[in-house]
T-cell receptor
Framework: ELKVEQNPLFLSMQEGKNYTIYCNYS?????LYWYRQDPGKSLESLFV?????AVKQEGRLMASLDTKARLSTLHITAAVHDLSATYFC????????????FGKGTKLSVKP | DAGVIQSPRHEVTEMGQEVTLRCKPISGHNSLFWYRQTMMRGLELLIY????????DSGMPEDRFSAKMPNASFSTLKIQPSEPRDSAVYFC???????????????FGPGTRLTVL
C-alpha cells in the first residue's frame, strides 16, 4: 500500500525566512503533485513533477522530485504572508487507474 | 472552461434525510473522483470513476453512501440516510487519464459543505 508522509504537518515561520516541506512516499512513482488549499477553499494545483530530478519554480516556491529517494521537497524562499495555506503533496500510484494518494498536508502560517 | 462544477455549495439537512451532491467534471476529462475532507480525518478518497465506470469504491464509508456516473458530464454522490458524522466538505475532482502517460493533474471543484444536524 502506498503511503505518503509529509513533514512537518504544521509550520509557523516569519516573513523573509526560508523553509522546506518534505514529502516521502513508500513505493515507486514517477509523478508527484503539489496542491495549495486556502482556508475554506478548494485545492489548487501548484506543480506537477514528472520525472526524477524534475524541478519546478513559481515565484517563491520551488518543488523538486527525487524518485530514487522517493522524496519531494517544496522550498519556500523569503516567505510572505500570502503564502499562508495548507500544502498537499500527492503521488500517482501508476498503472492505468489514475488514482492519487494524498499526504495529510502541511499547514503553513507566515507571520510578519 | 468553467472548471469542475459542484452543487449545492452548502447543504444543511437533518439526520435521516437523503442528501444528493452533484458534480460536472471538466469537459474532455475521463476520470472523476469524490473526496471527503474533515479536520479529524483530512482528505479521503471515497470513490473514483474512469470512463464512467467505478474503479475503486473502497473509500466509501458504508452502504449509506452511493455514487453514480451516468454519463461523462455528470456524477452524483448520495447519502441515505444521512448522519451527523457525515458532516464534511465533499470535493469532486476530474482529470484526464492517458493509459501510457498516466494521470494528468486532478482539478478540484469548489466543494459542497454538508452539515447534518
Amino acid at each position: 500500500e502506498l503511503k505518503v508522509e509529509q513533514n512537518p504537518l504544521f509550520l509557523s515561520m516569519q516573513e523573509g525566512k526560508n523553509y522546506t516541506i518534505y514529502c516521502n512516499y513508500s513505493t515507486t512513482s514517477d509523478r508527484l503533485y503539489w496542491y495549495r488549499q486556502d482556508p475554506g477553499k478548494s485545492l489548487e494545483s501548484l506543480f506537477v513533477l514528472l520525472s526524477n530530478g524534475a524541478v519546478k519554480q513559481e515565484g517563491r516556491l520551488m518543488a523538486s522530485l527525487d524518485t530514487k529517494a522517493r522524496l519531494s521537497t517544496l522550498h519556500i524562499t523569503a516567505a510572505v504572508h500570502d503564502l499562508s495555506a495548507t500544502y498537499f503533496c500527492a503521488v500517482d500510484i501508476g498503472g492505468s487507474q489514475g488514482n492519487l494518494i494524498f499526504g495529510k498536508g502541511t499547514k503553513l502560517s507566515v507571520k510578519p | 472552461d468553467a472548471g469542475v462544477i459542484q452543487s449545492p455549495r452548502h447543504e444543511v439537512t437533518e439526520m435521516g434525510q437523503e442528501v444528493t451532491l452533484r458534480c460536472k467534471p471538466i469537459s474532455g476529462h475521463n476520470s472523476l473522483f469524490w473526496y471527503r475532507q474533515t479536520m479529524m480525518r483530512g482528505l479521503e478518497l471515497l470513490i473514483y470513476f474512469n470512463n464512467n465506470v467505478p474503479i475503486d469504491d473502497s473509500g466509501m464509508p458504508e452502504d449509506r453512501f452511493s455514487a453514480k456516473m451516468p454519463n461523462a458530464s455528470f456524477s452524483t454522490l448520495k447519502i441515505q440516510p444521512s448522519e451527523p458524522r457525515d458532516s464534511a466538505v465533499y470535493f469532486c475532482a476530474s482529470s484526464l487519464l492517458l493509459v501510457r502517460e498516466g494521470t494528468d493533474t486532478q482539478y478540484f471543484g469548489p466543494g459542497t459543505r454538508l452539515t447534518v444536524l
